[in-house]
């Protein structure tokens, strides 16, 4: 039986991605600071900036699955992007050596590349880097847009289109986006954990479909049965609000955020099914499963 170190088992796309590896019969190690993990999963109490509360932990496993990150900082309590992918990963990776585990598969993000504009991105490139350059036997996943039950963006984007037959979009609306499933995500780690042949590879993860945003909240207001007035706001005003409140929780959306909608969120290749035997899944009928 594999086993198989997990940090960031308790967000989001890591509940997907421990329970897909139980299925498949990994024994997981899941680093928890308070939150319980898959029941069937081995809890580790620690913090991922403090190396030493866990380091003991990775002496018998067989790869370590890296999914620490954040779309949003809240420098006051130290989450910052810095913290939370570089800081984070580097640490993960500089413990697993210092184990003697070789397999790291890492979770980055579509869009990461060298001159980025967002903090987000730049991050997320200086991970990128260390990790290649480590020694390590890495896979780096760069998702898109993750949909799924529990997700942050479509399910918030539902939830004010519930409560109002009018919704806004930015600009014109043609920014593109591919968004991908977390199962088909869950199922690329999972999978990466078992096929050397993924090993130095960096794969983009998309859906396969593109949408400009306009049209993806059309199709979330088809998915509720709900008939919707879309509006376009300039994005003078949008940039205004994002000044204003964008450093605070209650504001829908942050400068970052903006940034990188704008710039798109698309795929330049889609090697990671094929190559890894994963199942596309269609996003209009699976959006209607959870929102």
Known sequence: MKKVFVTGGTGFVGSYVISRLIEKGVHVKALVRSKTPHPDAEAVRGDILRPETYSDSLKDVDAVINLVGIIREFPSKGITFENMHYIAAKNVADAAKTAGVSRFIHMSANGTRKNAVSGYHITKYTAEEYIKESGLDFTIFRPSLIYGKGDSFISMLAGYMRKTPVFTYFGDGSYPMQPVSVYEVADAFTEAVFRDSSIGKTYPLCGNRVYSYKELLIEIAAAMNKNITLIPVPE????????????????????????????????????????????????????????
């Open 236 to 291: 003078v005003f949008i940039k205004a609000g994002i000044a204003l409140f964008g450093g605070f929780s209650f504001f829908p959306i942050t400068k970052d955020q903006f940034t990188m909608l704008k710039e798109g969120n698309t795929c330049p290749e889609m090697t990671a099914f094929s190559e890894l035997g994963i199942e596309f899944r269609n996003f209009s009928e699976e959006i209607k499963k959870y929102i």
